[in-house]
T-cell receptor, first 115, second 110 residues
Framework: KAGVTQTPRYLIKTRGQQVTLSCSPISGHRSVSWYQQTPGQGLQFLFEYFSETQRNKGNFPGRFSGRQFSNSRSEMNVSTLELGDSALYLC??????????????FGNGTRLTVT | GENVEQHPSTLSVQEGDSAVIKCTYSDSASNYFPWYKQELGKGPQLIIDIRSNVGEKKDQRIAVTLNKTAKHFSLHITETQPEDSAVYFCAAGGDNDMRFGAGTRLTVKP
C-alpha cells in the first residue's frame, strides 16, 4: 500500500505570494490533517478534514486554508506569504473519523522557504 | 488544549544502553499518547502508542508507561542500536486536538 504522498517536496516563494500544497492520503483513509513543523515552534496542528468537511482548526491566521476533495485528497493554501511561514508542512492521514486519538500516517512533507 | 513538555531535548547514549524520554501533559481530556520517530528528510513515523486506560505497553525493545494521575508518560528504548538515532516526539491527543512535545534528538554511538 502506498504511503501518504505530498507534493511538491520543496518550494521557494517570495513574500506576498501564495502557495498551494497537495496531499494524497493512504488509499481508504478518509481523514487528512495538516501540521506545520519549525525548529522554534515544533509540530503544530493546522486543520483536519473528514469527508470534505473541515472539523477542527488550529490557532493559525486566516491566510492558512485548506480543502478536501471527494477522493480524500487534500490541499492547503497559504496566501500573502510571510518569512515566518518558512517551515516543513506535513500531511497525515488516518482511516477513521478519530484523528486525535488514533495513529497518524505522515507524509514526508513539503519544505517551504519564503524569501 | 495545553502544551506538552518533553525532556531531554538531546540524548546521547552508547550502543546497547537504554534511553528514556519523558513527557508531561496538562490537558486532563487527553486520552491518547503516541510516540513518533522522525528521521532526517522524512515525516514522523508512529513507533508505539498508549491509551489512557492502560498503564504500560511494550513492543520488543520499546516500551511506554503512562501515569495518568501525574500526567506523565515515558518512552523506554532498551538495547539501543545506531539505527535508533533520530528525533522522537511525544504527543497527547483528545477529542479536538493533538499537541506534540518539542522533540528529543537521540544519538546512539556505536
Amino acid at each position: 500500500k502506498a504511503g501518504v504522498t505530498q507534493t511538491p517536496r520543496y518550494l521557494i516563494k517570495t513574500r506576498g505570494q501564495q502557495v498551494t500544497l497537495s496531499c494524497s492520503p493512504i488509499s481508504g483513509h478518509r481523514s487528512v490533517s495538516w501540521y506545520q513543523q519549525t525548529p522554534g515552534q515544533g509540530l503544530q496542528f493546522l486543520f483536519e478534514y473528514f469527508s470534505e468537511t473541515q472539523r477542527n482548526k488550529g490557532n493559525f491566521p486566516g491566510r492558512f486554508s485548506g480543502r478536501q476533495f471527494s477522493n480524500s485528497r487534500s490541499e492547503m493554501n497559504v496566501s500573502t506569504l510571510e518569512l515566518g511561514d518558512s517551515a516543513l508542512y506535513l500531511c497525515a492521514s488516518s482511516p477513521g473519523q478519530e484523528v486525535f486519538n488514533s495513529p497518524l500516517h505522515f507524509g514526508n512533507g513539503t519544505r517551504l522557504t519564503v524569501t | 488544549g495545553e502544551n506538552v513538555e518533553q525532556h531531554p531535548s538531546t540524548l546521547s547514549v552508547q550502543e546497547g544502553d537504554s534511553a528514556v524520554i519523558k513527557c508531561t501533559y496538562s490537558d486532563s481530556a487527553s486520552n491518547y499518547f503516541p510516540w513518533y520517530k522522525q528521521e532526517l528528510g522524512k515525516g514522523p513515523q508512529l513507533i508505539i502508542d498508549i491509551r489512557s486506560n492502560v498503564g504500560e505497553k511494550k513492543d520488543q525493545r520499546i516500551a511506554v508507561t503512562l501515569n495518568k494521575t501525574a500526567k506523565h508518560f515515558s518512552l523506554h528504548i532498551t538495547e539501543t542500536q545506531p539505527e535508533d538515532s533520530a528525533v522522537y516526539f511525544c504527543a497527547a491527543g483528545g477529542d479536538n486536538d493533538m499537541r506534540f512535545g518539542a522533540g528529543t534528538r537521540l544519538t546512539v554511538k556505536p
